[in-house]
């Protein structure tokens, strides 16, 4: 068992909150993602789950039990820092077996344990080396025998990959998946990377400024963001971001923006401002002046960038850039007049002033689409 209960926790540094009032249940056998930009808290979040950090606020409970005041050694939790944090002067052997002496195990298990966590890393070969003698990569996997070797609760990583080059991150990711699986412990890790969180996170945890975001799976995260916030920080390109204000007449509800056109749907009686959220794939870019449902742009191509598999398309919609990811079976070039366009249930629209995710009248989906012309760009 591993879940991890925050319960209004909170650390300050003088006048700087770092972490600010978070609650929050990390359920047994989670891979739960800290992800949010340099400085919003995660490794004081983190290293106040380990221990290594008091809280000036709120308390932290391991399967039910308070271990607020539990000393770091004393919490069934292993820690995988960023450094690795590894004893030069001991060899691989010797580093994993230095959480086993500590716990006073006896020689035999502790020979036990570390042939076995050896062997399912793939590092037995290198047991009787320092440190120095080894790559980036087998540093990182020495790191991660030392937390397996005590077979804790939960393992707790701060950006263990981020001195890889991209190809060991990749391969590195997919290890760190698969052990997750094997082992169905807890695990959180922190990152600011959001591939490493979309593709490793059973849930994210999005913290800007101290604060959690949205918490959800990966799924939720990216397709529903629940602030301006999120959509911003979730997607490469991220998602496109346009002020617009959402004026009512007879029921009805239109977009208005320069260069937008408008789609009207029903649920709304108040004017509003908003910020209009698309994400780039969703973005259809068309050639001929398009009529029909959904939101539509009047742009102009500015950058046309070759991924090999696809490409990305600039636009300028009055003065703004509008990312869209097409095929490359699409030929523009700049200076080229085009409309974009993006289907009614892919627009997110978010209240200008909280930035939160405005939700219609009883969540119910948009309908009743209609038209109207393209304002000039
Ligand atoms: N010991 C400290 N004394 C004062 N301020 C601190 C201390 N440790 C962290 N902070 C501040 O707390 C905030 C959060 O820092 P933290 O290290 O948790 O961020 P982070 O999300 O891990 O960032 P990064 O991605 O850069 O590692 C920052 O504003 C930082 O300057
Ligand atoms: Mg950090």
């Given at each position: ?260 056109t ?22 259809a870019v068309a050639t001929a002046p398009l009529t029909g449902p959904g939101?539509r742009?009047a ?39 085009v409309t974009l366009c ?29 038209d109207?012309?393209l304002?000039?760009?």
């Amino acid at each position: 068992m591993g879940t991890i209960q925050l319960s209004g926790i909170g650390r300050s540094f003088r006048s700087t909150v770092a972490v600010g009032d978070i609650d929050l249940t990390i359920e047994d056998g989670g891979f739960v993602v800290l992800l949010g930009p340099s400085g919003c808290g995660k490794t004081t979040l983190l290293r106040m789950i380990a221990g290594l950090l008091e809280p000036t606020a709120g308390r932290i409970l391991l399967d039910g039990d308070d271990i607020t005041e539990l000393p770091s050694k004393k919490r069934d939790l292993a820690m995988v820092f960023q450094s690795y944090a590894l004893y030069p002067h001991l060899s691989v052997r010797k580093n994993l077996a230095f959480p086993l002496k500590v716990q006073r195990l006896s020689a035999a298990e502790i020979e036990r344990r570390v042939e076995e966590v050896a062997e399912s890393l793939e590092i037995g070969h290198l047991l009787e080396r320092k440190p120095k003698e080894l790559s980036g990569g087998q540093r990182q996997r020495v790191a991660v025998g030392r937390a397996l070797v005590r077979n804790p609760k939960a393992f707790l990583m701060d950006e263990p990959l981020s001195n890889l080059d991209a190809k060991l991150r990749t391969q590195t990711r997919h290890e760190l998946t698969a052990l997750h699986r094997r082992l169905g412990a807890t695990f959180v890790y922190v990152t600011h990377d959001q591939v490493e969180a979309m593709t490793m996170a059973t849930k994210i945890v999005v913290l800007n400024a101290g604060r959690i975001e949205q918490y959800g799976t990966p799924e939720e995260v990216y397709d529903r963001p629940e602030s301006v916030f999120v959509a911003g920080f979730l997607g490469s390109p991220a998602m496109n971001l346009i002020d617009a204000r959402i004026t009512t007449s007879d029921g009805e509800v239109a977009i208005e923006a320069d260069g937008v056109t408008g789609r009207l749907w029903a649920g709304r009686s108040d004017d509003l401002d908003i910020v209009l959220g698309v994400r780039p794939e969703q973005v259809a870019v068309a050639t001929a002046p398009l009529t029909g449902p959904g939101v539509r742009f009047a742009g102009r191509v500015e950058i046309v960038e070759n991924l090999g598999g696809e490409q990305i398309v600039t636009c300028l919609v009055a003065g703004s850039r509008v990312f869209a990811r097409t095929s490359r079976d699409l030929i523009v070039t700049p200076g080229q007049d085009v409309t974009l366009c993006v289907a009614v249930e892919n627009v997110h629209l978010f209240d200008r002033d909280s930035g939160r995710r405005l939700v219609w009248v009883d969540d119910a989906e948009p309908a009743a689409v209609a038209d109207t012309e393209l304002a000039a760009v």
